[in-house]
């Protein structure tokens, strides 16, 4: 089975209350530092996928993914041993950086159906036990798929697709749904 990494940040305008700092303490390291860690790792991932437009760029150069994973890799690190299943998960999340296959194969192929790919989207709701994909073709599209979700540990979420459809302005198609896998939560910053 192929691992897929993807990377999401909170939307703006539903911004999750922050954890309290003393929540990421670490033996070896104090509050202080752990924040300043995890925002210089955060700067510095941030940095390597600013130009790679979601992951579709770095399909086709193993170097810079090796390096974006990696700097995901440095991210969890810092926040081993942090909750990050709890209700500050829930949020509407914005698709930074992905490998996942099906997702860049929507973004990249969205002109030939006449449209482009919009916001990517995952919408969790933990005590609804919810998590939403969205990836949205404006004016008018959408391509949406429901999961149910169950926290399975302090950083690990696993989820069952249960539907999907694409929408536009006048029509809608119901497609299948299939999949499952696990969402590995490392640090929020």
Request: charge should be positive; include cysteine.
């Amino acid at each position: 089975m192929a691992t897929t990494t993807s990377l999401f940040l909170p939307m703006p305008f539903n911004t999750p209350k922050r954890l309290p700092t003393h929540c990421y303490t670490h033996p070896k390291f104090t509050s202080s530092s752990v924040t300043a860690q995890s925002q210089s790792a955060k700067d510095h991932l941030l940095t390597l996928i600013s130009d790679q437009d979601r992951g579709l760029k770095t399909q086709n150069d193993p170097t810079r993914r090796a390096s974006i994973v990696a700097a995901i890799d440095a991210m969890a690190a810092i926040g081993s041993g942090s909750v990050t299943t709890g209700d500050t998960l829930s949020a509407t999340w914005r698709l930074l950086w992905t490998t996942e296959k099906e997702q860049l194969f929507i973004i990249e192929k969205a002109p030939v159906f006449g449209t482009r790919a919009g916001d990517v989207l995952q919408v969790i709701d933990v005590r609804k036990l919810s998590l939403n994909n969205v990836i949205t073709f404006p004016p008018d599209g959408v391509f949406f798929v429901r999961s149910n979700i169950e926290v399975s540990s302090q950083q690990r979420v696993n989820f069952r697709f249960t539907s999907a459809v694409l929408r536009g302005k006048n029509w809608e198609i119901p497609l299948p749904p299939f999949g499952q896998g696990c969402c590995i939560l490392f640090l929020k910053v």
